[in-house]
């Protein structure tokens, strides 16, 4: 009897591992994943959860990628949290699945309602846009007119602006630097698709019949996570440990004769897996070699040439008697509070951002000045602004100058819809709708980041996260199937 039921117990086993064995046939034995940013430790902790053997390799020194927390000392001895990278989760629109996963690792989200007051600097007078807007009332209808109808004619977000408002205007030039802020590139070089509802959103927003009802005061919506957005990326690399391996920069992909992908590091590593997930910038694709046409050449080419923004920052204390307007700005860069109102983010865009580095005691000063006009009796350091050190979360006493477009990581801030765009066109693979350039390869090689987002709002923390989950939801379900 005992003899049987041993038997018995033993076929069983014999029975499930066999059924484990043709379940997992197709699974892969090994996932890499290049860039641990939000998008790449997404895409490896859902994968993980499933059972999936993941390693992830980061070119930097530490995790997080664009989001990058640090904490600044402010006149008054206290430490103010603020951010180089990603900053406000509401750039990503309802942000569900930022704020899901935040949420799911106990995070706390604080929102906030801003009073949203402008002064922009023209060189030698300032001026507020609302008060310039007001003047425009009676030419609400000609205005949405003509952003209907050059939708055919015009080439990019700049000729529209141009057909508005004159070039030579002061309202040209804010609704230019607006653009260029927002998303990263000149208004001249970003296509009409998706960037118009922006440019629209923008200009009817001001002329509104309540932004001219007594006592409006506009607001801007803010969502952060408390201690810093850096917080996210560190919760899930703690379920990822002995799993994430940093400063390894990949330099080389190449297919091996067993059909496997080999993996070169700069560090002379070498390291081979069945499924490979590039979760890193499009313009950092130029530092790679892909051999044995990995990525066809034509594919790559256009993987390039996605327009990122050059996008940069200086984050400097202020001490100062009133704040009238929370909103300072030229044609250069914008300056705004953080939530504790005692530190100034100086945040630059077009090409004084891409240079941002190279320029940094010129354009400085000249920031501290517009600042100074701005702001009643206000003190900001005389000191250089330095650079970060590649870690989250730490303290510094001195400014702080971060330069995207300068980073050898990123050589860029984030993706954005340029002429010509590659970006637009999308596809359905294994059920699952992809961007058409980002189209897995093979089932071999896939794509992850805000840069491949099927969100409209690419570019942002949320459109990170959507993309890792759909990523690691379309490997789990395209090896389920396959089984």
């Given amino acids: 009897m ?12 014999i029975l499930q591992t066999n059924a484990y064995s043709e379940s997992s046939k197709n699974i892969p034995k090994e996932i890499v994943i290049i860039g641990a940013g939000l998008a790449g430790l997404t895409t490896a902790y859902r994968l993980h959860q499933k059972g999936y053997h993941v390693n992830v390799y980061e070119a930097r020194p530490r995790i997080g990628g664009r989001v990058h927390s640090v904490l600044l000392k402010n ?11 990603g900053q406000n989760i509401s750039d990503g629109g309802e942000a569900h699945h930022f704020l899901a996963l935040s949420r799911e690792f106990g995070l706390e989200i604080i929102e906030d309602e801003h009073e949203f007051s402008r002064l922009f600097y023209d060189g030698s007078h300032y001026h507020e846009p609302r008060i310039l807007m007001e003047e425009q009332k009676g030419r609400f209808k000609e205005i949405k007119h003509k952003l209907d109808s050059n939708k055919i004619s015009s080439k990019s977000i700049q000729h529209i ?12 030039r804010i609704f230019t630097f607006q653009m260029t802020s927002y998303e990263g590139s000149p208004p001249s070089k970003l296509c009409l698709y998706h960037n118009l509802e922006t440019l629209t959103s923008m200009i009817l927003s001001e002329l509104a019949p309540i932004h001219r009802t007594s006592g409006y005061k506009p607001t801007m919506h803010l969502i952060r996570l408390k201690g810093g957005n850096a917080n996210l990326p560190l919760k899930i690399s703690e379920q990822l440990q002995g799993k994430i391996y940093l400063n390894h920069t990949l330099i080389k992909v190449s297919l091996t004769d067993s059909n496997k992908l080999m993996l070169t590091f700069k560090n002379g590593k070498t390291v081979f897996c069945d499924k490979l997930i590039l979760s890193i910038p499009c313009p950092v694709y130029e530092d790679i070699k892909f051999e044995n046409d990995t990525i066809p050449e034509n594919r790559l080419l256009k993987i390039r040439d996605v327009q990122y923004g050059t996008n940069g920052k200086i984050l ?32 630059y865009t077009g090409k004084y951002a891409a240079h941002l580095l190279l320029n940094l005691k010129a354009l400085y ?29 730490t303290l510094y006493s001195k400014p702080i100058v971060k330069s995207w477009y300068e980073d050898p990581f990123s050589k860029g801030s984030y993706s954005n819809f340029g002429l010509n765009s590659p970006l637009i066109e999308e596809k359905v693979y294994h059920g699952i709708k992809v961007k058409a350039l980002f189209e897995p390869i093979s089932d071999k090689i896939y794509f ?3 840069h491949t987002t099927i969100l409209d709002e690419i570019g942002t923390m949320e459109a990170a996260v959507e993309s890792g989950e759909r990523i690691a939801h379309l490997i789990s379900t395209s090896s389920s199937k396959n089984s």
Avoid at 370 to 389: C, F
């Fill in 316 to 347: 400097v204390p202020l001490k100062y008697d009133k704040i009238t307007h929370n909103v300072i700005f030229n044609d250069k860069m914008a300056t705004f509070f953080n939530d504790d109102r005692k530190l100034l983010n100086i945040y």
């Fill in 448 to 450: 992850a980041g805000e």
């Fill in 75 to 85: 006149y008054d001895g206290t430490y103010s949290v603020a951010e180089l990278g």
């Fill in 161 to 172: 602006i141009d057909n508005i408002f004159p070039r030579s205007s002061i309202l040209n």
């Fill in 2 to 13: 005992i003899t049987r039921l041993i038997g018995m117990i033993f076929l069983e086993i």
């Fill in 365 to 393: 000063n000249e920031a501290t000045i517009v600042i100074r006009g701005g702001v009643e009796n206000s003190k900001l350091p005389t000191e250089l602004p330095v650079l970060p050190r590649e870690e989250q979360l």
